[in-house]
């Protein structure tokens, strides 16, 4: 138990040791108008209360990712908790607060239009392809995974779920930002947090040992597969995640100061953090065995140990609304993806989204495509899924180290977790079976000199721009 509360405690302490740190080095200005106050237009430009826009964004980047992906990291030991510790301070945080700030400093451009912005129109293609690429399969995999969680819970047809899902989804897509989201999303919140620390109560007070296994030297995978790169593509939401990237402009065009953003966008990877700790600790603690739990998995997914770890800690009331909750973290994430993708699709073909119409025009093709593909396979489109989250947020904290080095600022807060992400992308697509196949110790070498050639790169290629003036130039993207 000690354990894992320094875990919780060294979150927080990065939130108001680093973050504020990362804070000083971006340079906010409490007097720039924010994009709400610019481009107001009722429907995704909109103020609102920061209370309100920190539940949405943690709830939008809070899928079932820091809850899937944590049970399966807990299948390689303890190893999982010191990647979202690590990771969460020095990578998933400082990229989300970037995602969303240069957005805000955009004028609340999709994440696609800002990469562009700063790295040419090579880097803007490349990301409107990743990006809608990436959130048609979070929102597929948010469709399919509480559809399966509630056919448990309650015997419906999985397909009747899906259905009723999709007409959220689309709901939640096309009505202005306040009028669902805003208003649903503080009572998700309660439930989020209902589950987190209920969840961890009930480990205690059923008097399992917290932790009992803190070997840190030994990978402890039923399956033998390496903690190298595999768990840092499969444990991303909770450590690092590029499909955050995509989020934070919903809420870069809402909030009313810049002052802000240090609470909405690190704030809630870090809350996502810890409940991302609290899973894996679950994982740790409920199973006797890595082979215990991962049986489970493997007889359907990460679901069947989220239902028995809550019937079993809380009972069958509580277990019912901790699914409960846990049904909620995925469909608030999987509203907004839908939400992100109609965004950049217009922006990409400058389509005016202030009428119904013209929302209704991109959403309808969206989720007719996306139909089809909840026809594939659930672990098939996770294994692209984990790949394909983890290059966007590499190309996103790259993006933001160049941004820093032309304004001269400190950007080895970017450009190291940058190149760490470009080590890990690149091994796992060298080895992989969807990748390249390659033996482990070639794509292992192999991905570190990359990683240290893109980094060199990066060094001698990037340098502080000026104005004719000869000053730096620091306002503006």
Not at 124 to 153: C, E, H, W
Request: with cysteine.
């Amino acid at each position: 138990m000690v354990f894992f509360l320094t875990c919780v405690g060294l979150l927080i302490l990065g939130y108001f040791t680093y973050g504020v740190f990362v804070e000083k080095v971006f340079g906010t200005n409490p007097e720039r108008k924010t994009p709400c106050m610019t481009k107001e237009d009722g429907v995704d430009y909109i103020a609102m209360p920061t209370w309100k826009v920190f539940f949405i964004q943690l709830l939008d980047i809070a899928g079932l990712g820091p809850i899937f992906g944590p049970i399966l990291g807990a299948l390689y030991g303890p190893s999982a908790l010191l990647w979202i510790v690590i990771g969460c301070i020095f990578g998933g945080a400082v990229h989300d607060y970037f995602s969303g700030m240069l957005s805000v400093r955009g004028g609340g451009k999709s994440i696609p239009e800002v990469v562009g912005d700063i790295m040419g129109m090579t880097a803007r293609q490349t990301l409107r392809v990743f990006s809608i690429i990436l959130l048609l399969l979070v929102g597929v995999v948010f469709i399919l995974g509480p559809a399966k969680l509630i056919a448990n819970l309650t015997g419906v047809n999985v397909q009747i779920l899906v259905a009723c899902i999709f007409l959220y989804y689309f709901l939640a897509t096309i009505l202005p930002i306040d009028k669902i989201i805003g208003q649903l999303y503080p009572v998700f919140g309660a439930l989020l947090i209902f589950m987190s620390v209920g969840i961890m109560a009930g480990l205690v007070y059923h008097g399992y040992e917290i932790l009992p296994n803190l070997d840190f030297t030994t990978n402890m995978h039923p399956g033998d597969k390496p903690i190298w790169p595999l768990l840092f593509i499969t444990l991303s939401c909770g450590a690092i995640s590029g499909f955050h990237s995509t989020q934070s402009p919903l809420m870069a065009r809402c909030i009313k100061n810049e002052n802000r953003g240090r609470q909405v966008f690190y704030g809630s990877m870090v809350m996502e953090g810890i409940i991302a700790l609290i899973w894996t600790t679950v994982g740790l603690s409920f199973y006797n065995s890595p082979e215990a739990m991962n049986a489970v998995i493997t007889s359907g997914s990460p679901a069947g140990v989220v239902n028995e770890a809550c019937n079993t800690l809380l009972g069958p009331v509580g277990g019912f609304l901790a699914i409960v909750g846990v049904v909620i973290l995925p469909i608030s994430s999987g509203d907004t993806a839908f939400r992100s993708t109609r965004l950049i699709i217009a922006e990409t073909f400058k389509m005016d989204q202030s009428k119904a119409v013209k929302r209704l025009l991109i959403a309808i093709p969206l989720f007719a495509l996306a139909f089809l593909i909840t026809q594939v396979d659930f672990k098939i489109i996770w294994r692209y899924f984990g790949w394909s989250n983890q290059m966007l947020s590499m190309m996103v904290l790259w993006c933001a180290a160049i941004y820093l080095a032309r304004k001269g600022k400190i950007h080895w807060i970017c450009s190291l977790p940058a190149a760490f992400m470009t080590a890990v992308d690149a091994a796992f697509i060298l080895q992989a079976e969807i990748g390249f196949n390659l033996p482990a110790t070639f794509s292992n070498i192999t991905s570190v000199a990359i990683a240290i050639i893109v980094f060199a790169l990066f060094i001698a290629k990037v340098r502080p721009e000026t104005t004719v003036d000869g000053q730096l130039e620091f306002e503006q993207i």
